[in-house]
C-alpha cells in the first residue's frame, strides 16, 4: 500500500517535484502551500506522513510542527522537515519543535522517496513495479473472504 503524505511547501517548483516522485513510487500526495492549510489538511485527512518546508507563509514550519505535536491525534504521525538550512543549532531547533526528521534541499530526485520511506512503516513503503503488481493481485481473494487486513501489515 502506497502513503498518503502530505507535502506542505511554498515553492510551487519544490511542491510538483516532490508530488511527482511520491506518486510514482505508487504514494498518494496531499498538497497545502502555507502553514495554515498545512494544519486544516493535517487535521481532516490524517496523513500518514507530513513533509513540511521550514519557510512558509502565515504559520512556519516550527509552528506547523509545534501545532501537530501538541495534537493527540496527529503527533504519532512523522514529520519530516524540508529545509535548505543545515547550519548549527537549526538541527537541534528543528527535533526540539517536534520534528522527526529531515532533509536536505535542494530535493534530490534519486533519493527523495527513500528518504521519506525511511520514516514509513514497511508495509507502507513503495515496491519496484513488478512487486507492486504481485501485491495488488492478491487483494481480491483477500477481500472475498472478507478479513480486513491490519494497516501495518504488508502482503
Ligand atoms: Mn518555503
Known amino acids: 500500500m502506497g502513503a498518503r503524505i502530505l507535502v506542505i511547501e511554498d515553492n510551487a517548483t519544490n511542491l510538483e517535484l516532490m508530488v511527482y516522485l511520491l506518486e510514482a513510487f505508487g ?18 485527512e490524517r496523513p500518514d506522513l507530513i513533509v513540511c518546508d521550514v519557510q512558509l507563509p502565515k504559520l512556519d514550519g516550527y509552528a506547523v510542527a509545534q501545532a501537530l505535536k501538541g495534537d493527540g491525534a496527529l503527533r504519532p504521525v512523522p514529520l519530516i522537515a524540508v529545509t535548505a538550512y543545515a547550519m548549527v543549532g537549526d538541527r537541534d531547533r528543528m527535533l526540539a519543535a517536534g520534528f522527526d526528521g529531515y532533509i536536505a534541499k535542494p530535493i534530490v530526485a534519486e533519493s527523495f ?11 507502507q513503503r513503495a515496491r519496484q513495479p513488478a512487486a507492486w503488481e504481485a501485491a495488488t493481485a492478491v487483494e ?8 480486513p487486513l491490519p494497516r501495518e501489515q504488508g502482503f
Open 140 to 147: 481480491p481473494s483477500v477481500s472475498a473472504e472478507g478479513i
Open 113 to 123: 522517496v527513500q528518504q521519506v520511506e525511511a520514516f514509513l512503516p514497511s508495509a
Open 27 to 44: 504514494h498518494l500526495p496531499l498538497v497545502a502551500a502555507d502553514g495554515e492549510e498545512g494544519l486544516a489538511v493535517a487535521r481532516r
